[in-house]
């Protein structure tokens, strides 16, 4: 099961987001948690970024005991999935949540 934050619109679902909420319910699961998502399609994001094509979301860390490894269990799974799934955690902007990302454009 996947939480939802109460503002998170979405402008669609990509079928590649279905193998991420079981990589997401997985990785919190293991740490007695469920997960959240905080941030898709139509909040304040730049423009012609992934969030804003439908293909971005961001995760809620602050009730995951350990983030760092909730992190690193994702990108593992994720890895196993497709390159082209791309994950962002640690850095000055994403301190609080893990940004997760499809690149369908197959940027690398």
Not at 70 to 87: D, F, G, M, P, T
Not at 88 to 93: H, I, N
Request: with cysteine; charged share 25%.
């Amino acid at each position: 099961m996947v939480q939802l934050k109460e503002c998170v619109r979405f402008r669609f679902i990509p079928i590649e987001f279905l193998d991420l909420c079981e990589a997401l319910s997985e990785c919190a699961g293991a740490q007695g948690k469920q997960p959240t998502i905080t941030g898709a399609a139509f909040e304040d994001y730049p423009k012609n970024s992934y969030h804003q094509k439908g293909y971005g979301w961001d995760i809620r860390t602050s009730d995951i005991p350990n983030p760092l490894e909730y992190a690193c269990c994702l990108c593992s799974r994720l890895k196993e999935i497709s390159n082209q799934y791309r994950l962002l955690f640690g850095d000055e902007q994403h301190t609080d949540h893990i940004h997760i990302e499809f690149r369908y454009d197959k940027k690398i």
